[in-house]
């Protein structure tokens, strides 16, 4: 999975960065997403690895915070002059959030344990470990993402709303059909990675939850990133033709 991310999302990088026939917003801001994607599986897969490997499960303070801190800026983007200011706006916002999240947990008092019953540094699986009253983080994630992860589903759900009202104006069935395959791919995605985060965070928590939060995390941060280069990219006719243009050059 995390060799196929990498993989993928770079390639998207590289080819949307060297062909001008792709400097458009939208191959702009899923280049920007493929950016996010290698940020934030870097930070937890290759830990995940070495532990698997070696056994070690060890992670000091500062690397469990700064894994934190990476992923939840990663996961929380004219004119290309728009693009751009939209694009900073966006990792701003992502890493400010996380920068709130980290000083404020950082702050805690943890008990005895200091066993993390996850595969990374996941905000939730930290709080349970802390000795101190948590009500106020725990109030906090939870407003976050009433207000804006149900918000921005919403916002996204919109949109492909009024892609599905124009696809069905299309008269031949064949065009239809196919748009409503790319676009019920794309659907998968987004219900597959805000489905799962947010499931994780507006459930109760429990002892017997922890399995099931493992689980729908390791969705999010291995699958969606690995899905990602082939559903809204690597299948596109723009992107292979410019694969093949590239190719051609380099022969």
């Known amino acids: 999975m995390y060799v ?6 770079l ?15 939208m191959y702009f801001f899923l280049s920007n997403l493929s950016t996010q994607d290698v940020a934030y599986v870097s ?13 070690e499960t060890c992670i000091s303070f500062l690397e469990c915070f700064t894994q ?3 992923f939840m800026g990663s996961a929380a983007t004219d004119t290309r002059g728009v693009c751009t ?7 701003m ?19 005895d344990s200091k066993s993390i019953q996850h595969f990374f540094c996941d905000m939730k699986a930290l709080i349970r470990l802390s000795c101190s009253d948590v009500t106020h983080m725990n109030n906090m994630m939870l407003t976050e993402v009433c207000v804006i992860g149900i918000l921005l589903f919403a916002m996204i759900l919109t949109s492909y709303a ?11 069935s064949a065009s239809r059909m196919k748009i409503f395959s790319s676009c019920s791919s794309h659907l998968t995605v987004v219900f597959l990675f805000c489905g799962t985060s947010m499931t994780i965070y507006l459930k109760p928590d429990s002892e017997s939850s922890k399995e099931l939060d493992m689980v729908l995390s390791l969705l999010y ?15 596109n006719q723009e992107v292979l033709s410019a694969l093949k243009i590239k190719k051609n050059i380099f022969n």
């Open 68 to 70: 934190m801190f990476v």
């Open 4 to 9: 196929f991310s990498m993989l993928g999302n």
């Open 11 to 25: 390639i998207i990088i590289g080819v949307v960065h060297v062909a001008p026939r792709l400097h458009t917003p």
């Open 43 to 55: 930070t937890i897969l290759p830990k995940l690895l070495v532990i698997e490997i070696t056994g």
């Open 221 to 235: 941060v291995a699958v969606v990133p690995a899905c990602n280069p082939l559903v809204y990219t690597l299948r």
């Open 162 to 172: 009024f892609i599905i009202s124009t696809i069905l104006k299309i008269k031949t």
């Open 93 to 111: 916002a992502g890493f400010f959030n996380a920068l709130l999240y980290v000083f404020l947990i950082s702050h805690l008092s943890f008990c």
């Open 85 to 91: 200011i939209l694009a900073l706006i966006s990792w």
